[in-house]
């Protein structure tokens, strides 16, 4: 392997899924190091967990810019002055712009909770819930201008219970995030998977 692809998740909260990368990434033959752990929220639990771990964490705070493309240029010099190659989204709650995708297409990952082109969006388990689907899941895409909308590059389905509710389905849910996010990062920093 030529050395290790430099990764940065972005988080907005817990980062449950960014723990599971970083524990996936603890393996010496994992293709992906994740080198930089990045919030829009100073308050997320994920940069504590990061920086225990001895990863660089930075919050860039978006209420602190006056619009979208000025965040996103503190962002990107961010990643850059890190030597980032690729991006894993996770959790992360801000939209990025159309010009801001293009710059990293083909290296900007993100995790959905549904199963894409399912619930695209917002509350994806409270309107499988309200549909009364019987399996949901999740995704991990490749991020374009369009929201949820870029090619799919893992997915992995649960289920749907009686007496579930958004809690119970969303916790199934994230079981199988962590498994496949994981799986998604390694086969993309490995060439195996590329846009
Ligand atoms: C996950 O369900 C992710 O799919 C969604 O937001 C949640 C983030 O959880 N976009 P965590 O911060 O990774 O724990």
Not at 39 to 49: E, H, I, V
Not at 154 to 174: K, S
Request: glycine letters at 8%.
């Amino acid at each position: 392997m030529t050395g290790r692809r430099r990764t940065a998740v972005l988080i907005s909260g817990r980062g449950s899924n960014m723990q599971a990368l970083v524990a996936a990434a603890r393996a010496p033959d994992y293709p992906a190091e994740i080198a930089l752990v990045v919030s829009n929220r100073p308050d997320a639990a994920g940069l504590g967990y990061a920086r225990e771990q001895g990863i660089e964490a930075v919050a860039i705070d978006h209420k602190a810019f006056a619009d979208r493309a000025t965040f996103e240029n503190a962002l990107d010099t961010v990643l850059h002055k890190h030597d980032i190659d690729l991006i894993a989204c996770a959790g992360f709650m801000r939209i990025l712009s159309a010009a801001f995708v293009e710059k990293w297409l083909g290296r900007l990952l993100n995790i959905h909770p549904s199963l894409l082109p399912a619930y695209r969006g917002l509350d994806t388990h409270e309107r499988a819930l309200a549909d009364g689907a019987s399996e949901h899941g999740c995704t991990v895409h490749f991020m374009v201008a369009e929201l949820d909308a870029g090619p799919i590059v893992a997915q992995a389905r649960v289920p749907v219970l009686p007496g579930d509710d958004a809690a119970t389905l969303a916790a199934r849910v994230l079981i199988a995030e962590h498994e496949i996010y994981p799986q998604a990062l390694a086969s993309i920093a490995s060439g195996e998977i590329a846009l």
